[in-house]
């Protein structure tokens, strides 16, 4: 099974809701996920600086000396907002490396979930409505945001085989299925220099993505390229700094339902996630077809929908 | 008319009312409101009632139904109609995957379009859509009839047994052993007979092309013999 959620906002005046919206979502998936739930949510930039999500199992020792740690490596405008089990380090965007070298040899172990201008994400383990209340999900506003509810197959219950997955900045990826030929495809990636987290057949989708961006590819192409390359059952929804993306592979057995208005793009991965949009009432509703690429791009030079050949 | 508003009241509550469960029938005419995308929507009915239901349902709605008359004033999530066994079951707005499949009679219409592997192992239902069907649709269908308005995905009855199939729009590609085959008097009268049951008046018969089994996948050919 797993839920999917995502919403893509084109109505400005909808980003402070981003954060209520999509915790609705995430918990209406429940009974197709209760062992770990996760969300993205693409929030506000600060010109210069990034965001790095960190998580601990033991956060109050972990935490205790973030601050300092994170000052030391990347100077005195870094700032550690903690949140239950994750903390949000924003640093000059230049003192990435040197906060990175860092936090491998802090003390107490923390993992880097994600890196990005805009992007911050919280997962773990435990029922959607205990994950969203923990990181306050309700209350945070942003551009777009994408969330996941794992019913667990490939890998064990852990947090970091939680969905979402992120390989590069600002990039992250869930996935309702199951692939079949990661392992061959991890070694290729690893030979390109991408780093693995996990054993985890939707982190090397993820990674699969990103490397195909970082060779100059937009969102859409790099989701058209997945289709040839990735073997297994998919439905994947991606977000990037400013995109919006939904692939099926081409049987199409996951489910995944779509909804449109002049205020938002949303999936679902049922109407159930839907059901409490505004608007959704006039939305215009659709199926994702199998193999084809939906991208949406708020900087609009990509267009707005693209569909595979 | 009995009401049940689904914000406000459990699924086992609605279905139980409509089984008769604890105190017999009383009523035969019932209204859903605010499905919100509930699973399993008047599953299991076996006598003669009718359901309405105002807004768009999830997985499994009329499943196994027997009896009942069901309008589902919305869309359905995947397998509306799963193997139901008479009775009928009309979706006004679209269909997700496999609606009907498994069906055993009954008569089930969708008004908009169906998603992939619509009527998929069908056994005696009647299923007719208003709009196009996904791919694999009517996929080891064994008997009843499948009428597509629109256009058929890939693969349309792949590996098909005696289900038939009429389509009057594009068919994108036959799945193994599923031709086309001729329609005759007989066929057309059976369509005819289909459309009208299904209300869709302006379709003419003679706009569609049928489709069925070319039978060899499903008999044993002589010439294989050596192959065992």
């Known amino acids: 099974m797993?839920?999917?959620?995502?919403?893509?906002?084109?109505?400005?005046?909808?980003?402070?809701?981003l954060g209520a919206l999509t915790a609705?979502?995430?918990?209406?998936?429940?009974?197709?996920?209760?062992?770990?739930?996760?969300?993205?949510?693409?929030?506000?930039?600060?010109?210069?600086?990034?965001?790095?999500?960190?998580?601990s199992d033991m956060p109050a020792r972990a935490f205790a000396a973030l601050d300092a740690l994170a000052r030391t490596a990347a100077g005195d405008a870094a700032t550690v907002t903690i949140k239950d089990s994750h903390a949000v380090i924003t640093i000059a965007a230049d003192r990435i490396e040197p906060l990175r070298v860092a936090l491998t040899g802090a003390p107490e172990?923390?993992?880097?979930?994600?890196?990005?201008?805009?992007?911050?994400?919280?997962?773990?383990?435990?029922?959607?409505?205990?994950?969203?209340?923990?990181?306050?999900?309700?209350?945070?506003a942003g551009t777009h945001a994408i969330g996941h509810t794992r019913m667990a197959t490939e890998s064990a219950v852990t947090t970091l085989g939680a969905h979402p997955f992120s390989t590069g900045a600002d990039q992250c990826l869930v996935h309702n299925g199951s692939l079949s030929n990661h392992n061959n495809l991890r070694r290729e990636l690893r030979r390109l220099g991408i780093a693995f987290e996990t054993e985890n057949d939707s982190e090397v989708a993820a990674a699969h993505l990103t490397a195909r961006m970082r060779d100059g590819r937009n969102l859409?192409?790099?989701?058209?390229?997945?289709?040839?390359?990735?073997?297994?059952?998919?439905?994947?929804?991606?977000?990037?700094?400013?995109?919006?993306?939904?692939?099926?592979?081409?049987?199409?057995?996951?489910?995944?339902?779509?909804?449109?208005?002049?205020?938002?793009?949303?999936?679902?991965?049922?109407?159930r996630a839907l059901s409490g949009l505004p608007g959704i009432e006039t939305a215009r509703i659709w199926e994702p077809e199998p193999a084809a690429v939906y991208f949406w791009d708020r900087d609009g030079s990509t267009g707005d929908k693209m569909l595979a050949a | 008319?009995?009401?049940?508003?689904?914000?406000?009241?459990?699924?086992?509550?609605?279905?139980?009312?409509?089984?008769?469960?604890?105190?017999?029938?009383?009523?035969?005419?019932?209204?859903?409101?605010?499905?919100?995308?509930?699973?399993?929507?008047?599953?299991?009915?076996?006598?003669?009632?009718?359901?309405?239901?105002?807004?768009?349902?999830?997985?499994?709605?009329?499943?196994?139904?027997?009896?009942?008359?069901?309008?589902?004033?919305?869309?359905?999530?995947?397998?509306?109609?799963?193997?139901?066994?008479?009775?009928?079951?009309?979706?006004?707005?679209?269909?997700?995957?496999?609606?009907?499949?498994?069906?055993?009679?009954?008569l089930l219409v969708i008004k908009g379009n169906a998603a992939s592997r619509c009527g998929i192992s069908m056994k005696g239902i009647d299923i007719v859509v208003g709009g196009s069907v996904g791919h694999m649709s009517a996929f080891m269908g064994q008997s009843g009839h499948l009428v597509v308005l629109g256009d058929a995905g890939d693969a349309l009855g792949d590996s098909l047994y005696e289900a038939q199939l009429f389509v009057r729009g594009k068919?994108?590609?036959?799945?193994?052993?599923?031709?086309?085959k001729e329609m005759r008097g007989k066929h057309h009268a059976t369509l005819e007979q289909l459309l009208s049951k299904a209300g869709m008046?302006?379709?003419?018969?003679?706009?569609?092309?049928?489709?069925?089994?070319?039978?060899?996948?499903y008999t044993f050919n002589i010439d294989n013999a050596d192959a065992y």
């Open chain 1, 2 to 17: 797993c839920g999917i959620v995502g919403l893509f906002l084109k109505d400005r005046k909808l980003e402070g809701e």
């Open chain 1, 24 to 55: 609705e979502m995430l918990v209406t998936m429940t009974d197709r996920g209760p062992d770990s739930a996760g969300i993205a949510v693409y929030g506000a930039a600060i010109p210069g600086f990034v965001k790095v999500t960190v998580q």
């Open chain 1, 109 to 140: 172990p923390l993992r880097i979930m994600s890196v990005g201008e805009t992007m911050e994400i919280y997962k773990e383990t435990g029922l959607p409505k205990d994950v969203v209340s923990r990181f306050g999900i309700g209350t945070m």
């Open chain 1, 220 to 271: 859409g192409e790099a989701l058209t390229d997945a289709l040839g390359n990735l073997d297994g059952f998919f439905t994947f929804v991606v977000g990037t700094r400013t995109g919006f993306g939904v692939l099926r592979d081409p049987i199409a057995c996951k489910p995944a339902v779509m909804a449109e208005t002049s205020r938002y793009v949303a999936f679902g991965s049922e109407y």
């Open chain 2, 1 to 106: 008319m009995p009401a049940f508003d689904l914000s406000t009241t459990s699924i086992r509550a609605l279905n139980e009312a409509l089984h008769g469960t604890g105190e017999p029938l009383k009523d035969r005419r019932f209204e859903v409101r605010n499905p919100r995308g509930s699973h399993a929507v008047a599953v299991g009915c076996r006598d003669q009632i009718t359901v309405a239901v105002h807004g768009p349902v999830g997985y499994y709605c009329g499943g196994m139904n027997a009896a009942a008359t069901i309008t589902v004033h919305g869309s359905a999530g995947p397998g509306v109609g799963e193997n139901m066994m008479s009775g009928s079951i009309v979706v006004e707005g679209d269909a997700s995957q496999y609606a009907g499949a498994t069906g055993r009679g009954g």
């Open chain 2, 171 to 180: 068919v994108k590609s036959l799945g193994a052993d599923c031709i086309e």
């Open chain 2, 201 to 217: 008046r302006g379709a003419d018969p003679s706009q569609f092309r049928r489709y069925g089994s070319a039978r060899k996948l």
